[in-house]
């Protein structure tokens, strides 16, 4: 069991990854926007981070960013609708664990998900 944080705009997208991890036993708090994800990185520790490349307030690719400044051992995985190789780039030089493009099918998030946890 891990301790998973999801951050994206879309409810639809927070609600049905929220629902698919909680199933595999997983601890699961989301978040909408890049400051509430921030608020909430502030609060607790995270295992995992499942973050959307565009947030509104903010990028999935600043997520990354502040892992990486506090030096936590916290795993990322990047999702997206709008993929580019700048975002890629991005996304694997900030040492995220997976990209993944929109629609992400349950099959294949649990299975980013499982291998960002080994």
Same mark, same amino acid.
Do not use: W
């Given at each position: 069991?891990?301790?998973?944080?999801?951050?994206?705009?879309?409810?639809?997208?927070?609600?049905?990854? @929220?629902?698919?991890?909680?199933?595999?036993?997983? =601890?699961?708090? $989301?978040? *909408?926007?890049?400051?509430?994800?921030? &608020?909430?990185?502030?609060?607790?520790?995270?295992?995992?981070?499942?973050?959307?490349?565009?947030?509104?307030?903010?990028?999935?690719?600043?997520?990354?960013?502040?892992?990486?400044?506090?030096?936590?051992?916290? @795993?990322?995985?990047?999702?997206?609708?709008?993929? =580019?190789?700048? $975002?890629? *780039?991005?996304?694997?030089?900030?040492? &995220?664990?997976?990209?993944?493009?929109?629609?992400?099918?349950?099959?294949?998030?649990?299975?980013?998900?499982?291998?960002?946890?080994?």
């Amino acid at each position: 069991m891990a301790h998973i944080l999801v951050i994206d705009d879309e409810e639809s997208i927070r609600f049905s990854f @929220h629902r698919f991890l909680v199933k595999e036993k997983h =601890s699961v708090v $989301t978040a *909408e926007s890049y400051l509430i994800a921030l &608020a909430r990185m502030n609060a607790e520790y995270f295992d995992l981070i499942v973050a959307d490349i565009n947030l509104g307030d903010g990028y999935g690719t600043d997520i990354l960013q502040e892992v990486l400044t506090r030096k936590l051992k916290t @795993h990322v995985i990047i999702i997206t609708a709008y993929p =580019s190789s700048k $975002t890629i *780039e991005m996304s694997f030089r900030g040492n &995220a664990n997976d990209y993944l493009v929109k629609p992400v099918r349950q099959q294949d998030l649990l299975c980013s998900v499982n291998k960002s946890l080994r």
